[in-house]
């Protein structure tokens, strides 16, 4: 694919991933003691949900290969 903005405007480098979100399920349990529900650590992803998020206007975030704190939101420019 081809992106609107395909490099970082903090730093000028590529992109190296792109955000996603993906259905996990947590599995969680009662804990007496503190009359609470805890997390167990316990998970099962469901990694066919798989698909890039998008914001309000469409555009996937993008993090830079450099540094993965480096984001931007594009648009795709075209599917190849």
């Known amino acids: 694919m081809r992106f609107e903005q395909s490099t970082c405007p903090e ?3 590529p992109p190296g991933a792109i955000e996603e979100t993906m259905l996990v399920e947590q599995a969680i349990a009662f804990d007496e003691e503190t009359d609470t529900w805890e997390y167990t650590g316990d998970y099962q992803d469901h990694a066919e949900t798989l698909e890039p998020a998008l914001d309000t206007e469409g555009r996937r975030t ?6 993965s704190l480096h984001t931007w939101p594009t648009h795709v420019a075209a599917e190849v």
């Open 11 to 13: 730093c000028g480098g």
């Open 62 to 67: 993008l993090l830079c290969s450099r540094d």
